[in-house]
């Protein structure tokens, strides 16, 4: 039994699962011989070990096609089985507890609810988070998600964007080529017949075909025979269609636990553009398949994933790219999904149709697509990853923003840091006022009478960060080792630059650069407290620091004058010099302290994010009253954004301020705005014109909300009639009704412009 | 000095492009229908929302001046008495009291506006000055369009051009539109409800026209019992004609402004309805007939 319990959510989820179609005992003894096969390979190379469990799983998990699907390909994942990331399923060799338990309770006989319990002791310690977690977890570093800590570590291998165009352009039994001409290591073997058991799902997907077929209708029969040709196709040769790229594409995901999928525009509009030119398809036939693709990603209800991206710098066929960029905007526009996380990079080369088309779909109310700005995004993506200008020029954002090179680099977001817990343990002696506990290492923290300046105090908040910085190195790095002692991640290892040369697994040497990102939170919260304490405290000498904390610690209970001042303090987001400054200052303490970090670690990169996926709101539940007015338990800041309710002087002032982070120290920051949808039509052009300027003046992101007054409101207390109202959370979209109530008042709070 | 209300950032109703409005204290006229009452007096005053009021009284206690004091329980505020110190504001934990109006000096108003410059030059945008009524404070107005144009940015002026023609004589070079208000073709009835003159509006504005009828908008605020019934609005429309003015703004009339009677602790107009948009639209075709451009709202 491990001494460390990690059972528990691991993972944003509020899309609602699609539950797995197989029976019970069926799932049950998947499982069981996934186990078995693991047990049985312990001595094993872990590459062989690998793929002799997934061919457990596939293609036996693949589910029926629905009749609406133009392309094959639907995946059930269960409580046990590998994965990369905790979205679905969970990483390497996982099992999730909770829902392993969850499944016991549905059982009813007791014999099976028997093998549960030996499944769930077997993966106590075998479970790859689990067996990071045992190594890493302590009093001061949290299992994500657990809110008590000021820090949380985990092993995921989150954000994988394929390079899907080797396998476009070699197919299968090009791959196979490929690896057959390498040394014939464990590696190289297990990824070769990785490559034949992809073989093998396609040839179970050509037998459901055949078999839908039987039933179908005269037009269903027709889109299903065109799938089978398209099957019978690509299971050998590399694609010619678009059908076939789509499908050949889709299934790889599928296979590799991918749920970002990146540049697609670049991928498929050359076959898009020649099938069209050619009269394979029209325009109509590329709009149906792309909408049974977004039904499909849709489906797998991953929450913060999904990504598409399109637009931007650094695509080969532009011409192509773009036909399918234009594709996607009208498929977005008219499904207003909450998945695909549709993305759209601009720049000062971007056709203004694009524009055009995109500006209406948000302004339709879809959310989408958020826009990256790639002027800015490049060159920050340079200096950032240290990367030249046509590697950066394939940066992707996944998940709910962080940053990776499509095909050469691993970004995944291991660690997070609370910073306004960090300031809260520096105003108390070491101690978090939340649950009376001390967590700041070896680091001694005087009692507030020492702070005889600002920089007194502030100083010592940075070492105490400092400190944590450490921490996330380390955590981060050790994530790494662990999943490298455990799994080869073939399926992703085969299509990252430079594992096949090389002939090392992603993690083992493989991949081009090993980068890794930290997700900060309240950082605006804590500007905004310093700055109100240096202005009240230092400056104007109207309170002492023992005052403020005494009414922080009180709740502000008894203290409702001070914390009007504090509350009344500039904020950041109303474009105000002096505060704006400081958050650029802490900004930039942490992102160019966790940059040095990695590189002096040997990482490729290491950096902070500024992102956001409702951990603000959950980690706000658990964090103290704030100097900077916000009361105990409330929301701390999205995401690189304001405090609801602090910005008040419109979306320039909001605007400007969060063009003052230089976006080449971080690794993804997200910016959210909140318009009507009277001003998104009547003032488009205003509204453009605002959006422009904004990215002119080094803004690197914007994701947009539209959303009139009262919706929100009356949507909170009438659910019931508004099933399918999505909003912005951070980074990423949700229906609004689905989130819970603490979430929902989070984005009431935000500014509305009208 | 001048005596500001408030500087509103990315507005979009009052002139082209995104534009900031600075909004000056202070106006000669006392139309009942106004939505920004505050802004009548020139010097500061306090706001206060009686439902946010938990009747503490401290604000009386701190009152240096006794301008609070409580009658019955009852606030009360004797603008005479206060000389804007704030402490009320300072002292109300619940917000019930904020002090509307601040002096300031030209520089920090160009400070706050030159942040959007990059806005304007994107959007053909620029600053508005409105009020109150701007040429109530006509010096200040001047150095104030002096500042903007030095920064070379467009400048629009609302107002209800109700002051002298030697002011509007002396800010006209420095200015690029004016957001013109004709309340009223009725000498009588403008007199009886807002208290202005309307042939020194007329001088004003005819001054303007004859130099350049392209830097004129006029604006009609569309009120129920004053001004909305066809013939009115039509002879407002046929007056831009005659002057040569391509375009009059009909702005309906709404009871948004409703809320700030109550903080200044006045009565409101009255309990008519808000003009719909939709009512309006019949004279875009009538100004079309014209060769004039209507539009509803700013
Ligand atoms: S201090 Fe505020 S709450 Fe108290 S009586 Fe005055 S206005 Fe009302
Ligand atoms: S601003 Fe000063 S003088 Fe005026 S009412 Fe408030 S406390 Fe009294």
């Given at each position: 039994m491990a001494k460390i319990n990690i059972d528990g959510p691991q993972n944003a989820e509020v899309s609602i699962k699609i539950p797995c179609e197989k029976s019970f005992s069926e799932q049950l003894f998947i499982m069981e011989e996934y186990t078995r096969v693991h047990k049985e390979g312990k001595h094993l190379d872990k590459a062989q070990r690998e793929i002799n469990c997934i061919k457990v799983l596939l293609p036996a998990l693949f589910r029926q096609n629905e009749t609406s699907d133009l392309i094959a390909g639907r995946l059930d994942f269960l409580p046990i089985g590998f994965g990369s990331v905790t979205s679905i399923g969970g990483v390497g060799h996982y099992c999730v507890f909770h829902k392993l338990r969850a499944f016991k309770d549905v059982l009813d006989n007791e014999a099976d609810k028997v093998k549960i319990d030996t499944l769930y002791d077997y993966w106590q310690t075998n479970d790859v988070k689990a067996i990071y977690c045992q190594d890493v977890l302590n009093e001061e570093t949290g299992r994500f998600i657990d809110c008590k800590y000021p820090f949380m570590a985990t092993a995921r291998l989150s954000g994988m964007m394929l390079d899907y165009k080797r396998l476009l352009n070699l197919g299968l039994d090009g791959l196979i080529q490929l690896l057959e001409s390498k040394n014939q290591n464990a590696f190289i073997s297990a990824s070769i017949q990785t490559i034949q058991l992809l073989q093998d799902v396609i040839e179970q997907q050509k037998e459901k075909i055949i078999e839908d077929r039987k039933t179908a209708d005269e037009s269903r029969k027709q889109e299903l025979t065109l799938i089978l040709d398209s099957l019978t196709h690509i299971k050998h040769n590399k694609p010619d269609t678009f059908h076939q790229a789509l499908q050949l594409f889709w299934l790889y995901a599928l296979c590799a636990g991918a749920i970002n999928y990146g540049r697609l525009d670049d991928l498929l509009g050359t076959f898009l553009k020649n099938d069209i030119q050619n009269g394979t398809i029209c325009e109509e036939d590329a709009y149906r398949y792309l909408k049974s693709l977004w039904l499909m990603i849709e489906n797998r209800r991953t929450t913060v994933n999904g990504r598409i991206i399109v637009g931007g710098r650094g695509r080969k066929d532009i011409e192509g790219a773009d036909l399918f960029a234009k594709l996607c905007l009208r498929v977005c526009k008219d499904t207003r999904y909450v998945e695909p996380q549709f993305t759209l990079r601009i720049s000062s080369e971007t056709p203004e149709y694009i524009k055009e088309m995109a500006y209406d779909c948000i302004a339709s109310g879809a959310t989408y697509p958020t826009l990256y700005n790639d002027d800015v995004n490049v060159p920050a993506t340079m200096y950032g990853m240290r990367v030249e200008e046509e590697i950066a020029e394939h940066y992707v954002p996944f998940g709910c923003g962080e940053f990776v090179i499509q095909g050469k680099s691993i970004g995944t977001p291991n660690v997070l840091i609370n910073m306004l817990k960090v300031l809260q343990m520096t105003m108390n002696e070491g101690y978090d006022p939340m649950d009376n506990e001390k967590r700041v290492g070896s680091i001694h923290v005087p009692n507030l009478v020492e702070y005889k300046t600002f920089d007194d105090l502030y100083n010592k908040y940075k070492e105490v960060l400092n400190h944590y910085y450490d921490l996330s190195v380390k955590a981060q790095m050790h994530s790494y080792k662990v999943m490298n002692d455990h799994v080869s991640f073939l399926f992703n290892s085969i299509l990252m630059d430079d594992c096949i040369s090389r002939e090392k697994s992603l993690l083992d040497g493989g991949i081009e650069i090993l980068g890794g990102t930290n997700e900060t939170y309240g950082n605006i919260n804590s500007s905004d407290s310093l700055y109100a304490i240096k202005t009240l405290v230092f400056e104007d000498k109207k309170y002492t620091l023992q005052e403020i904390n005494e009414a922080a610690l009180a709740n502000f209970i008894g203290f409702e004058g001070i914390r009007k001042d504090l509350w009344n303090a500039p904020k950041y987001g109303n474009d105000h010099t002096e505060c704006d400054a400081l958050a650029n200052d802490l900004y930039e303490h942490a992102a160019k302290g966790m940059r040095q970090r990695g590189i002096d670690a040997g990482m490729g990169y290491f950096l902070i994010v500024i992102s956001n996926n409702q951990t603000n709101t959950d980690w706000g539940l658990q964090t103290a009253a704030s100097y900077d007015g916000r009361r105990s338990g409330v929301y701390t800041n999205p995401a690189n954004n304001p405090q609801g309710g602090a910005a008040k002087n419109g979306p320039t002032a909001t605007l400007n301020s969060l063009c003052k982070f230089d976006a080449k120290y971080h690794g993804g920051s997200v910016q959210n705005i909140k318009f009507t949808p009277r001003m998104m039509q009547e003032d488009k052009i205003k509204v453009q014109a605002l959006f422009d300027t904004y990215f002119k003046k080094g803004g690197c992101q914007l994701m947009v909300t539209v959303v009139d007054h009262g919706i929100l409101e009356d949507a909170q207390a009438n659910p019931q009639n508004y099933p399918d109202l999505i909003v912005r959370v951070a980074g990423y979209s949700a229906v609004f009704v689905n989130l819970n109530k603490d979430i929902q008042t989070e984005l009431l709070s935000r500014e509305l412009y009208d | 000095m001048i005596n500001i209300f408030n500087i509103e950032r990315f507005a979009t109703h009052d002139g082209p492009g995104i534009r900031s409005v600075v909004f000056l204290k202070g106006c000669p006229l006392h139309c009942p229908w106004c939505a920004n009452p505050e802004s009548w007096d020139v010097e500061p005053q306090v706001l206060y929302s009686k439902e946010k009021c938990t009747n503490c009284q401290l604000c009386a206690t701190v009152c240096p001046t006794n301008a609070i004091s409580f009658v019955n329980d009852r606030f009360t505020y004797d603008k005479e008495k206060c000389n804007a110190c704030k402490a009320c504001e300072h002292a109300c934990t619940q917000e019930a009291i904020e002090i509307t109006g601040k002096k300031v000096n030209i520089q920090e108003v160009m400070d706050v506006v030159l942040k959007d410059v990059d806005y304007y030059n994107q959007s053909n945008g620029g600053i508005t000055i409105s009020g109150g009524e701007p040429f109530n404070q006509s010096e200040e107005l001047f150095t104030l369009v002096q500042a903007c144009k030095k920064e070379e940015l467009h400048v629009a002026i609302e107002t209800t051009g109700y002051t002298s023609l030697e002011n509007i004589k002396k800010v006209e070079p420095f200015t690029d539109l004016f957001l013109f208000?004709?309340?009223?073709?009725?000498m009588e009835k403008l007199k009886k409800i807002t208290g202005a003159h309307l042939e020194i509006i007329l001088e004003n504005l005819i001054y303007l026209t004859q130099k350049d009828a392209n830097k004129v908008i006029i604006r009609v605020p569309v009120i129920p019992l004053f001004n909305f019934c066809e013939e009115r609005i039509k002879e407002i429309i046929d007056l831009a004609y005659s002057i040569k003015v391509k375009e009059v703004h009909l702005l309906a009339y709404h009871t948004l402004g409703e809320n700030k009677w109550d903080k200044i602790m006045k009565q409101y107009y009255s309990n008519e309805p808000m003009v719909r948009k939709e009512d309006l639209v019949p004279y875009i075709a009538y100004g079309e007939s014209l060769g004039i451009t209507i539009k509803i709202g700013g």
């Open positions: - | 208000d004709i309340k009223h073709t009725n």
